[in-house]
């Protein structure tokens, strides 16, 4: 008898030990991979071979360990950890030539900030505000654009990350590579565009400023630099990492804009943008730098985003912190918090507090703050919440935020409803129409495209075994980008600023598109020589 108990507390103590090393890797691989994913977003194999891995002494990773490791120093060793490394994301930046028709009135949305007595009801402001989007809308070109993901396939397979780490035990665990399943059929280079899905606050932006009001300008640029975490609610899954060159275009005549991203360096990862409206130009670039902290990971977007309007005001922002949370266990979800000081170069500047979530919280992704004039006067209060909406007041309401509440307040800006019939993407309208093909696309484009990008294209039409054995095929394709940088490898349409280490686009895209002359873009998605990717290693 007691013997069989030893033997059983022997087995015990065994499987308590297996256990420990499979969480241990498995955190190993989910930082990996969302450093490696968040910014450019690679998905890769994790060579848990070269991070010393072992079941006792895991260092850092162990569970409970808060303490938190400098960024560059913990971002070195998962870079270490998997070959694919790093994250960046996205930045956005670019131009449009021709400024095309300009949205028309604005009807006075909420027009006079500084008209204290104004103090307009909030169903008033939906509707003028609505209609004042559909007046935009109407003045630019209809395109029919698809309202749903292609039906899947292959039925969905409930994998677990846990099953995943599972079932590889005592398999050779230094090549492990995560299943396409925790993808999202869209890649960074296109995330870096969801951030434009209220574009149309810089159309309304560039009217009010024309107009002389600059303070209504600032506050429509302080509600688009929120507008764009609304997508991020709900949303679960990683974005493809683009490859080493790859590059997104998206002209959207039907919002006004033309958008472009290149994926500028994969060690670390960057993703560039450039971006042209009526009347504007948005553009950035930028990095992730991540913190891993057991049960959650940090994100600290490193990077600056321009928005340069036509008269010559610029605004200039940085994005704030994310983290996910639940990374191991529970239901995993992000928040956004930290502080945007949105910089402008005439008369007013804004600052954002993007209010951290606690477990009492029962409003959570709240986003307060303020408009300041030269003098450091706050001139205008601003209030919302990221996933939702922004209002403002006029005057200086940030010691008695409650009196900022949606009835004495004017509406900026509202999230659009999500689509119906929500897959587990939970992508937003505008997202699922990023990677359409849409009649006659496809002879246009670069063979650097996402949209040609085969793994991505295979999720999206829920053929999972295709997409996988793409994936890794691709992956091993990525594995030469470190090589390739080092040989001089140099970005297609950006180019890097020598003082600021920024990336500016150079132009030439779409004057290239126009005669389908695609010089020096490579079949990125191609086959490709395997000899050479083992001998770069
Ligand atoms: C498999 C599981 C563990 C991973 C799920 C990761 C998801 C939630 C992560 C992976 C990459 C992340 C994105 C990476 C970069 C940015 C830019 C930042 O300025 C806003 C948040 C945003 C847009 C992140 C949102 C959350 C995100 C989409």
Redesign the pocket.
């Known amino acids: 008898m007691l013997s069989e108990f030893s033997e059983i507390q022997g087995q015990l103590k065994v499987l308590c030990e297996e256990r420990s090393i499979l969480l241990d890797t498995l955190r190993q691989l ?1 930082a990996a ?2 450093e490696a ?3 450019g ?1 690679h998905d890769g194999d994790y060579q848990l071979s070269k991070h010393e891995y072992s079941g006792i002494g895991r260092g850092k990773y162990s569970e409970g360990s808060t303490t938190e490791s400098s960024g560059d120093i913990e971002k070195q060793e998962l870079e270490d950890v998997s070959d694919e490394d790093e994250t960046s ?2 930045d956005t930046k670019e131009h449009f030539t021709e400024p095309a028709v300009i949205c028309g009135s604005v009807r006075g949305v909420a027009d006079h900030a500084d008209n204290q007595k104004e103090n307009e009801n909030q169903l008033d402001d939906v509707e003028r505000m609505h209609a004042d989007k559909e007046d935009c809308f109407s003045r630019y070109a209809q395109i029919e654009r698809r309202k749903k993901l292609p039906d899947p396939v292959e039925k969905e397979k409930g994998v677990s ?1 846990w099953s995943m780490i599972k079932d590889n035990v005592g398999k050779d665990l230094t090549r492990v590579c995560l299943p396409v399943y ?1 993808n999202e059929p869209i890649s960074s280079l296109q ?1 870096c565009f969801e951030d434009l899905e209220y574009s149309y606050l810089l159309d309304r932006a560039y009217k009010y400023g024309k107009e002389g009001n600059s303070l209504q300008r600032i506050l429509n640029v302080a509600a688009f630099a929120v507008s764009g ?1 609304a997508s ?1 609610e709900g ?5 493809f990492n683009p490859l080493l060159g790859e590059t997104y275009e998206a002209d959207f005549p039907d919002k006004g804009v033309r958008f472009f991203s290149e994926k500028v360096s994969h060690h670390p990862t960057l993703i560039a943008c450039h971006c042209e409206g009526n009347g504007w130009k948005f553009w950035g670039d930028s990095n ?1 730098r991540t913190k891993f902290w057991g049960r959650s990971i940090q ?1 600290d ?1 490193v990077g600056v985003l321009t928005l340069e309007f036509d008269d010559g005001e610029i605004f200039q922002w940085s ?1 704030v912190t ?1 983290t ?1 949370y639940n ?1 191991i266990l529970g239901k ?1 979800y ?1 928040d ?1 918090h930290g502080l945007m000081h949105i910089r402008g170069n005439r008369e007013y500047s804004c600052k954002l507090k993007f209010k951290e979530q606690s477990i009492l919280d029962r409003t959570p992704h709240q986003v307060h703050g303020s408009v300041e004039d030269l003098s450091g006067k706050k001139v205008a209060t601003l209030t919302g919440k990221w996933d939702d909406c922004m209002y403002y007041i006029s005057g200086d309401f940030s010691g008695k935020l409650k009196d900022c509440n949606p009835s004495n307040a004017s509406l900026l800006w509202k999230r659009d409803k999500p689509p119906p019939n929500l897959t587990r993407y939970n992508l937003t309208s505008f997202a699922i129409t990023l990677n359409e093909l849409t009649p006659g696309l496809q002879e246009k484009l670069p063979p650097t495209d996402s949209r040609l990008r085969p793994d991505q294209r295979h999720l999206e039409n829920g053929e999972y075994d295709r997409a996988n054995a793409e994936k890794q095929r691709l992956e091993r394709r990525q594995r030469m980008s470190r090589k390739l940088q080092e040989n001089g490898w140099k970005p297609r349409w950006f180019h890097q600023d020598s003082e600021n280490g920024s990336f500016r686009y150079t132009g030439g895209y779409w004057e290239a598109r126009e005669q389908g002359k695609w010089d020096g873009c490579p079949n990125i998605f191609g086959v490709f020589n395997e000899e050479f990717v083992d001998s770069s290693e």
């Open positions: 989910e991979n969302i994913e968040s910014s977003i994301f996205h990350l925790f995330k975490y991020s949303r679960h899954c990683k974005p992730l994100l977007p994005k994310t996910i990374i995993l992000c956004h």
